[in-house]
């Protein structure tokens, strides 16, 4: 029986490429999005709340409360996301191995082989196109699915698809 190899000494490295810092406002308008559809859906929720005549005489009065209670706390967190994510999100291809770190509240590493890489997409929402960004995602056999590094400036992300596509290709061509 073989034993397992012993684990490298000391913290695993950061991936050496940050996304776009250009993600930071697409992120950003992103949170000013979902923070209007916040306000709106408990503004509207204020409304109704009177017409609730189930509801405790104390809440029905001060429905005003709602959005206070939606908007503060959700306000800061919306505004300093963005910041924290770009700080956290990297990527890197290293050899023949995709590495992305990705996560603020729960870390995510992620070590894709290029040999096992099955497709390479590049895909554009609305908001990255009005950046010049994209989201690259690559997809294995793996049980996991797939990998998305998202942030990226699009001919960075055009570039990187057309190589890793083009490097599965002779490394799949090499292991038949």
Known sequence: MTEAPDPPAGPLRDPH????????????????????????????????????????LWLS???WLV??????????FLVVEPFVRFAVHRWELSGDVV???????????????????QTVDKAQGWFERLFGLATLEIRT???????TIQGLDHTVAAGLAEHLARRAEELRDDAT
Do not use: C, D, M, Q
């Not at 590495?99 to 870390?107: P, Q």
């Not at 590493?109 to 096992?116: E, L």
């Not at 056999?141 to 990998?147: D, K, P, Y």
């Open 99 to 117: 590495y992305a770190r990705s996560g603020f509240l729960t870390r995510e590493w992620v070590f894709v082989p290029v040999s096992r890489i």
């Open 61 to 63: 009065g001060n429905s």
């Open 141 to 147: 056999a793996s049980h996991a699915g797939s990998s």
């Open 67 to 76: 959005p206070v209670v939606v908007l503060v706390p959700a306000t800061p």
């Open 17 to 56: 490429h940050r996304v776009s810092p250009k993600a930071v406002r697409l992120w950003l308008l992103e949170a000013v999005v979902a923070l209007v559809l916040f306000a709106a859906g408990s503004f509207l929720l204020a409304a109704w709340i009177p017409s609730w005549s189930w509801l405790p």
